[in-house]
């Protein structure tokens, strides 16, 4: 398929799938080719029969859906916001734990792909933070809709272009190598717990600390779906909590209930 004709079947789908044509722009080659390999399993040649293939069959859509998922990430990436996390958001946000007498620091990372972004936070942890508060554990909930990334946050096994971006000290103590892949260790898998879920539909039963949602509804969904997705995930975080959005990514104009803490690096703060 050509890459016009790939454009201009996402800009008639994406809106169909509650979802923003911008948002694919520079990512279009990953989803492009996986509707390619679609069309040929289906044995459709031409873009416009698959069309005609989605208006036949309607759950036909749900596989689009998942086509149109895109699971880039890196550890430590946008490494500028993790250091502001690092040196001033989790300190106060475990202070704020002591001071309401709890022991748990609890985080979610919605959308984490395949675990990069709750492992980071776990480095983080134990390198920089533990040592300062012995007294209180980590709780790091990863969710994402895509069935496989449970293998992956469970193997926790990457490539080095997934985590090259980390300090390298950090890279020889909190991996194994095998010839091709860094293997996380033990201790810092730990506090992550895996569960899919489709932010869409439902978020957990459970109250956070600091929720991560990056390079994801901000992103790809449409202003509906970001606003009623951001009220599902208002709702569990704490007062006084944090969330935390991608660097390249704004909240819908006009949503109350959230300060600044750094606008530079998308990170907001629930009122109390
Ligand atoms: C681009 S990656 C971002 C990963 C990580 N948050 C980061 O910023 O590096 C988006 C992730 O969201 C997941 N995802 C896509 N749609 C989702 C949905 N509706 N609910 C939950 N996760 C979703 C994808 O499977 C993918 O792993």
């Given amino acids: 398929m050509r890459d016009d004709e790939c454009i201009q079947f996402l800009q008639w789908a994406l809106p169909q799938l509650r979802l923003r044509w911008p948002g694919f722009r520079k990512v279009r080659g990953q989803v492009c080719k996986r509707i390619s390999r679609r069309m040929a399993d289906l044995r459709v040649d031409e873009i416009s029969a698959y069309r005609d293939y989605l208006g036949e069959h309607e759950d036909e859509w749900n596989v689009l859906d998942r086509l149109c998922q895109v699971t880039i990430s890196r550890f430590y990436r946008d490494h500028q916001m993790y250091r502001f996390l690092a040196g001033e958001v989790l300190p106060e946000l475990a202070r704020q734990v002591r001071r309401q007498g709890g022991d748990e620091l609890r985080i979610w990372s919605a959308g984490c792909g395949s675990g990069e972004e709750p492992f980071t936070i776990s480095l983080i942890w134990r390198m920089q933070m533990q040592a300062d508060f012995p007294d209180l554990s980590l709780y790091l909930l ?129 009122a109390d």
């Fill in 142 to 270: 990863a969710t994402d809709s895509n069935p496989a990334m449970q293998r992956r946050v469970a193997d926790a096994r990457y490539a080095y272009s997934s985590v090259k971006e980390l300090p390298a000290g950090w890279r020889d103590t909190a991996f194994t190598r095998d010839e091709k892949h860094y293997c996380l260790k033990p201790e810092f898998r730990r506090a992550v717990r895996f569960r899919q879920q489709d932010v869409r539909q439902t978020v957990p039963a459970e109250s956070f600390d600091l929720v991560l949602c990056r390079n994801l509804v901000f992103t790809y969904f449409d202003e509906d779906l970001q606003r009623s997705a951001l009220e599902r995930i208002s709702a569990v975080i704490k007062p006084g909590g944090a969330l935390v959005i991608g660097v390249h990514e704004d909240l819908p104009e006009d949503v109350g209930g959230f300060g600044e803490w750094s606008a530079r690096l998308r990170i907001y703060r629930k």
